[in-house]
T-cell receptor, first 116, second 108 residues
Framework: GAVVSQHPSWVICKSGTSVKIECRSL??????MFWYRQFPKQSLMLMAT?????????EQGVEKDKFLINHASLTLSTLTVTSAHPEDSSFYIC????????????FGPGTRLTVT | DAKTTQPPSMDCAEGRAANLPCNHS???????VYWYRQIHSQGPQYIIH???NNETNEMASLIITEDRKSSTLILPHATLRDTAVYYC?????????FGTGTSLTVIP
């Protein structure tokens, strides 16, 4: 089946620094990828939809200048958390849609971000 | 916003069928129902999806009511490894909006 990876699996950074999280589709090309955030004991919240070669579409309330998304190739999307603060500490999960499977999303294993 | 409501938690005895309900009373005629599950600190795993007809695969069965306002996910023989949070999702456009899900605990 389709496999999505994320790197790193966990990261600790200092307040004010930026962190980049990578999402890769390993055995298929993904024209559309999605980024979610999940706080402890809460559900996944969609942050943005990333389309290869174009700007990401952000959900209401998500700061596009703080959460930079780049989808430069059909197998890689990146999320950069800029000027991170402790309240950005969360579990970040990406997913990818396989062409031909119009709606089904395959999720990565997630990245645990801790900002100190 | 999520269009689904689910009970927050359920228990099921190992080896028995687990029936997880979901209400989606505002679903539109062409919106699919998807089920995913999430084991602690992992990414969600696809289980099954459907539109109008009941569906079955190697993991589960999905029963959708005729009016499409609710559905039930059935795990026919629950095992301890089925302990997870189960999400019922109505696909909106091309996006998933997750509700709060049901935390299923399979008891030995």
């Amino acid at each position: 089946g389709a496999v999505v990876s994320q790197h790193p699996s966990w990261v600790i950074c200092k307040s004010g620094t930026s962190v980049k999280i990578e999402c890769r589709s390993l055995d298929f090309q993904a024209t559309t990828m999605f980024w979610y955030r999940q706080f402890p004991k809460q559900s996944l919240m969609l942050m943005a939809t990333s389309n290869e070669g174009s700007k990401a579409t952000y959900e209401q309330g998500v700061e596009k200048d703080k959460f930079l998304i780049n989808h430069a190739s059909l197998t890689l999307s990146t999320l950069t958390v800029t000027s991170a603060h402790p309240e950005d500490s969360s579990f970040y999960i990406c997913s990818a849609r396989e062409p031909g499977h119009r709606y089904e999303q395959y999720f990565g294993p997630g990245t645990r971000l801790t900002v100190t | 916003d999520a269009k689904t409501t689910q009970p927050p938690s359920m228990d099921c005895a190992e080896g028995r069928a687990a029936n997880l309900p979901c209400n989606h009373s505002t679903i539109s005629g062409n919106e699919y129902v998807y089920w995913y599950r999430q084991i602690h600190s992992q990414g969600p795993q696809y289980i099954i999806h459907g539109l109008k007809n009941n569906e079955t695969n190697e993991m589960a069965s999905l029963i959708i009511t005729e009016d499409r306002k609710s559905s039930t996910l059935i795990l026919p023989h629950a095992t301890l490894r089925d302990t997870a949070v189960y999400y019922c999702i109505v696909l909106q456009g091309n996006q998933f909006y997750f509700g709060t899900g049901t935390s299923l605990t399979v008891i030995p």
